[in-house]
């Protein structure tokens, strides 16, 4: 009863309050909890979470393909430039990157994620 006699009525005061041209909006919901509320706010922040959560490993999977594909493509190249050598070694595996490559990808991956 309430809420349809104070329906689209004026909230009211002086006209220089900042309320003066405002209107109500109220509607009564017969079977509406707070902890209705509680639970779709809950609701919405796991869900917030969990998109987050899916666009960071996703970022990471394209940080570490992106990676390998610059590590790839220097062996390539050390490659390259040693068969123009007659006694050059061709490296096989790689074991260790060395510290340079290793600290521009960190800086690289750093300002990824930042």
């Given at each position: 009863m309430v809420s349809e006699k104070i329906n689209n009525t004026q909230i009211g005061g002086k006209k220089r309050s900042k309320f003066y041209d405002y209107i109500w909006n109220i509607k009564y919901l017969p079977r509406f909890k707070w902890a209705h509320l509680g639970e779709r706010l809950a609701y919405e922040r796991a869900v917030h979470k969990q998109r987050l959560r899916a666009e960071i490993a996703q970022a990471k999977r394209e940080a570490a393909f992106f990676s390998s594909n610059i590590?790839?493509?220097?062996?390539?190249?050390?490659?390259?430039?040693?068969?123009?050598?007659?006694?050059?070694?061709?490296?096989?595996?790689?074991?260790?990157?060395?510290?340079?490559?290793?600290?521009?990808?960190?800086?690289?991956?750093?300002?990824?994620?930042?």
């Open positions: 590590d790839r493509i220097n062996n390539k190249k050390k490659i390259a430039t040693a068969s123009h050598d007659d006694n050059a070694i061709i490296p096989v595996k790689q074991s260790k990157v060395d510290e340079q490559e290793s600290s521009d990808r960190t800086v690289f991956l750093k300002s990824l994620f930042t």
